[in-house]
C-alpha cells in the first residue's frame, strides 16, 4: 500500500492548513503576513540589502488600487492587500515558471484565495470588475518593481507591464525594509481595513 503524501503545513499559529481542502477556520493573518514578508518578489533578484517581499508588494498593491478606485469600500481595498495571500505557504511563482508548472499551481492558489475571502468577509470569488482594478494596480506594481529593484529598463517595462496611469505613482517609491516592520505594518494595515467594513 503507497504512503499517503502529506499535503497539511503545521503554522506557526498552530493552526494546520491543509492545502488541499483549506477552510477559513486554519487561516490567521499573523501566519500570512509572517509567511509574505519573508517570501521574496523576483525570486530574490532585486538590488538593496533586503529582498523585496509579497507583504511589501501587498501594501503597494493596496496604495494603488485605492489611489485608482477612490470610492472603492473598504472590502475592496482588503481583497487588494490579500490578493497574493496564498502565496504565504505555496510561495510567489514568476509567471514563466507558473506556465511550465501547469493549472495545478492556479487550482492551489483558487482554493487558499477562497478559504482566505471567508475567513475575513470577502466573496469567494471576487466580482469581475474588482478582480480587474486589483490586477491593474498589481501591473503597476510590477512596473515599478522591475524599473526600481529588478534591473528592467523602462522600455522594457513599459512592453510587459503597460505604461502606468500618469500622475499614480506620485510621491511613490519601493521600499526595502526588515520582514518584521514590513509584517508589522502588513497586519496593522489588516486591522484597520477590517474595522472600516464594519
Known amino acids: 500500500m503507497a ?26 493573518i499573523e501566519d500570512i503576513a509572517h509567511g509574505l ?6 525570486n530574490g533578484q532585486t538590488r538593496g540589502d533586503w529582498p523585496y517581499s509579497v507583504a511589501e508588494h501587498a501594501l503597494l498593491v493596496e496604495v494603488l ?16 492587500l490579500l490578493h497574493d495571500a496564498p502565496e504565504y505557504v505555496i510561495g510567489d ?10 493549472p495545478g499551481y492556479g487550482v492551489l492558489d483558487e482554493r487558499l484565495t477562497a478559504a482566505i475571502h471567508l475567513r475575513y468577509g470577502l466573496p ?14 498589481d501591473r503597476v506594481s510590477a512596473w515599478m518593481e522591475a ?37 508589522a505594518e502588513f497586519i496593522a494595515r489588516h486591522k484597520e481595513l477590517l474595522a472600516a467594513m464594519k
Open 37 to 42: 514578508s519573508f517570501v521574496a518578489r523576483w
Open 65 to 80: 488600487f485605492t489611489r485608482a478606485e477612490p470610492a472603492a469600500p473598504a472590502r475592496w481595498r482588503l481583497a487588494a
Open 124 to 137: 469567494m470569488v471576487l466580482p469581475a470588475e474588482v478582480k480587474k482594478a486589483i490586477k491593474r494596480a
Open 147 to 183: 524599473v526600481e529593484i529588478a534591473g528592467f529598463t523602462r522600455a522594457e517595462a513599459d512592453k510587459l507591464f503597460g505604461v502606468p496611469p500618469a500622475g499614480l505613482l506620485a510621491g511613490l517609491a519601493i521600499r526595502l525594509r526588515p520582514p518584521m516592520q514590513v509584517r
Open 3 to 28: 504512503r499517503q503524501v502529506r499535503a497539511w503545513q503545521r503554522m506557526l499559529s498552530g493552526r494546520r492548513l491543509d492545502l488541499l481542502d483549506p477552510t477559513p477556520m486554519d487561516i490567521e
Open 93 to 102: 511563482m514568476i509567471s514563466p515558471v507558473k506556465a511550465a508548472v501547469g
